[in-house]
């Protein structure tokens, strides 16, 4: 019986982490856990809770809602996840502009971060789950046995961002994209608390100038030499 193993791949947004990691996921009949949503959702309960005083967080008013925020992952009528908070379907909402532009702020609170991190460890004890985000190779799975670390040159990833919002009917300009994606690389690099960085041991993959189709097959072979390696141990 083939071994099992963990899929960490990491990356800058709209990279394409969360269509590779779901692709995979599929092909190799395991669990995918979308850890950005997990982050989108708790964004989407301070926006709705008044944790936001304009565009700045008050983080007393979240942290002393913390416990009030409950997250799962439900498989659709089409059996794709999707994300509820307190028990709604929450997956639309978690993708508004609104709170594409809060999300890093919220990621960035450390006890944000320790209450997430422990739900994904605990999803991956079992193996055999793929997860994608900004610190999983380095936080949450440090021992995955496969890393990968995407990337793409920022005209690329405004252009499939903006196209993504338009084709969903929201009304965005491709500037606003544009600057939306240097200020979330910047807060997520730059954060105190588990900011994005490639893992020493992680492979890299640019996908600039690749199709779904041709980095779900690299992806693939990466996995694919991983399980053989742990076969024969």
Known sequence: MKSRINIAIDGYSSCGKSTLAKELAAELRYIYVDTGAMYRAVTLFAVNNNCFKEDTLDKQTLLQQLSAISIAFKNNADNKPEVHLNGQNAEEEIREMCVSQKVSSVAAVKEV???????????????????????????????????????????????????????????????????????????????????????????????SNLTRSEQLKIALRWAAEKINANNKQ
């Open 113 to 207: 971060r320790r209450l997430l991190v422990a739900q994904q460890q605990k999803m991956g004890e079992q193996k055999g789950v793929v997860m994608d985000g900004r610190d999983i190779g380095t936080v949450v799975f440090p021992r995955a046995e496969l890393k990968i670390f995407m990337t793409a040159s920022h005209e690329v990833r405004t252009r499939r961002r903006y196209e993504e919002l338009v084709n969903q009917g929201k009304t965005v300009t491709r500037n606003e994209v544009s600057e939306n994606l240097k200020h979330r690389d910047h807060l997520d690099t730059t954060r105190k608390e588990d900011p994005l960085r490639q893992a020493e041991d992680a492979v890299v993959l640019d996908n």
